[in-house]
């Protein structure tokens, strides 16, 4: 990946890294199937105070947050959802659970998204652990809770926790 990001010539600037997650983001499964969620629009900030890709913020993404879109209508959900928004909210981000994917659903993704009167922003990436695993309570209908959930730390960054500090008085 970071070899895609070299500049070919010396004054070339390099692009920025996208953040994980964008206001639309769509999951491709391992048998093509086709998943959306949303998160708060606006531009995406930047996903952590790290730029590694392997750890993700935790997003607090719940089972019900996703929806399976058909191939059948990928299009049109698109086109109602997302492509006649204000240029400055169309961020998009798909994410496949392998690195190499051939699935028609992801190459339709590929070809809406790249038509430039759209002006689209959109990046390919690896599945979160978050995302992973909350799609797969989705499917398998089971209660999620992400406290029961043995989180690998190398691969999700969860937000610090505040500790409120005492106070000494001077009596």
């Known amino acids: 990946m970071s070899s895609f990001r070299k500049p070919i010539n010396s004054k070339e600037v390099v692009p920025p890294l996208m953040p994980v997650y964008a206001p639309f983001n769509f999951i491709v499964d391992t048998g093509g199937q086709v998943y959306?969620?949303?998160l708060q629009l606006g531009k995406p900030k930047c996903?952590?105070?790290?730029?590694?890709?392997l750890t993700a913020p935790f997003i607090r993404l719940q089972p019900e947050n996703i929806v399976q879109v058909p191939q059948s209508n990928l299009e049109d959900f698109i086109k109602s959802n997302i492509l006649?928004?204000?240029k400055d909210y169309k961020y998009i981000s798909i994410a496949s659970f392998l690195d190499t994917v051939k699935s028609s659903s992801l190459k339709e993704l590929i070809t809406i998204f790249s038509d430039t009167t759209y002006k689209i922003t959109y990046s390919i990436r690896r599945t979160t652990q978050e995302e992973q695993i909350v799609l797969d309570y989705k499917?398998?209908?089971i209660y999620y809770d992400p406290n029961s959930v043995v989180w690998d730390s190398t691969r999700i960054e969860f937000p610090l926790k505040m500790i409120t500090p005492k106070i000494q008085?001077?009596?």
């Open 47 to 53: 996903a952590s105070g790290n730029d590694d890709y």
């Open 84 to 86: 006649f928004l204000d």
């Open 139 to 141: 499917k398998r209908v």
């Open 169 to 171: 008085s001077d009596e």
């Open 36 to 38: 959306y969620y949303q």
